[in-house]
């Protein structure tokens, strides 16, 4: 027990959180925050998420398609992580540095939700969330999302392929990238008033790939509407990539020829790059790339290339030199 327990620390100590080296002031404050927490504000978030109408759709059909055999429930290897530790353990770095951001999070309003789709597309058009929920059908998916920082979680997100908005905006041929950006509202999200992050969080992926039948939006989580800290109303998952680039509370959608930077190439190109596909032979300059630990349980498992995703995306990188663009 205790050689394992040893094991794992070692394993850990030399992680530290994405952004930990650019904002240490930021985390002792956030520090004292936490420390305060009182009760009642968390049952006052608490009981909102309960109430949240959004819940009315959900749960919905799951699909299987594209559930690994790890933690295929039949196959008994790897369960569902607790949901609790998927809604309270959470990277949501305009609201904090620290996993604890729930609360914090909780004064985001999510409705109404505005999103923009923009660039080079026919016609630029804007649609509500709710209005653009009743163009899109929904299905639950169980995916694995792998953070850079070697913590993993198996979550069933409800929500809608990708591809389906990106059919909707039809985008020209010269389009090559998907860029996404979350909200920029330092009134709400406190963190975003320190401007020495390029706010707001923006990611990049090519056109291709958000055409993979992987690319997923997610909308739920658990059967019920996402929480503010899970990235409330929608945010993307890409299972095959480090978590970063799921973008959280995404408002546009833009179509473009160049690649822009995204969030974290902005603060750290050499650590957090723009292909971020997971890769257990590429380290972190900083760390071994190779395990990951289940938040909920504890548990180490070992971390595989593309996530364990190769299946569905690996073709997407055929023409690529696997030790330097796979990670970075
Ligand atoms: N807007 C925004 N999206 C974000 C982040 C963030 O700080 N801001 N963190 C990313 C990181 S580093 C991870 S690991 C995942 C975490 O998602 P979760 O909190 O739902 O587990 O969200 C990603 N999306
Ligand atoms: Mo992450």
């Known amino acids: 027990m205790l050689i394992k327990k040893n094991k ?18 930021s985390i002792l404050k956030s520090m004292g925050f936490a420390a305060i927490s009182p009760n009642i504000i968390m049952q006052n978030a608490f009981a909102a998420a309960q109430n949240d109408p959004r819940n009315d759709l959900y749960p919905v059909k ?13 196959g008994g290897v790897r369960k569902l992580t ?38 080079l597309i026919d016609n630029e058009f804007e649609i509500d969330f709710d209005d653009l929920l009743k163009k899109v059908s929904l299905e639950e998916r169980v995916y694995k999302l792998r953070c850079v920082e070697a913590w993993s979680m198996v979550v069933p997100w409800s929500g809608f392929p990708l591809k389906s908005i990106i059919k909707m905006a039809q985008p020209k ?4 990238y998907l860029v996404m950006k979350t909200f920029f509202d330092p009134d709400k999200a406190k963190s975003q008033r320190q401007d ?3 706010w707001p969080y923006t990611e990049v992926i090519t056109i291709d790939e958000a055409m993979n039948d992987l690319a997923f939006i997610a909308t739920g989580v658990y ?3 996402l929480p503010n800290q899970n990235g409330s109303p929608l945010r993307l998952v890409v299972p095959w990539k480090y978590g970063f680039k799921s973008i959280k509370s995404i408002v546009s959608f833009e ?18 790059g723009f292909w971020a596909n997971v890769n257990p032979k590429v380290k972190h300059p900083r760390w ?22 190769s299946k569905w995306v690996a073709s997407l990188y055929k023409d690529m030199n696997k030790s330097d663009l796979l990670y970075r």
């Open 82 to 119: 607790k949901e609790n530790s998927v809604t309270s353990y959470n990277n949501y770095y305009e609201f904090g540095t620290t996993k604890n951001i729930k609360r914090a999070a909780s004064k985001l309003i999510t409705s109404p939700w505005n999103i923009s789709f923009k660039g």
């Open 8 to 25: 794992e620390w070692n394993f850990y100590k030399n992680i530290t959180p994405e952004a930990t080296f650019i904002n240490r002031r």
């Open 255 to 272: 179509f473009s020829a160049e690649r822009p930077k995204t969030f974290w190439e902005e603060i750290q190109p050499k650590e957090y």
């Open 173 to 176: 041929s010269n389009a090559k």
């Open 288 to 309: 071994s790339q190779e395990q990951d630990k289940d938040i909920g349980s504890n548990r180490m498992y070992s971390t595989e290339i593309y996530n364990g995703y």
């Open 223 to 225: 059967g019920k509407a």
């Open 62 to 74: 799951e699909n299987r398609e594209f559930n690994l055999e790890e933690f295929d429930i039949k």
């Open 196 to 198: 020495w992050y390029p």
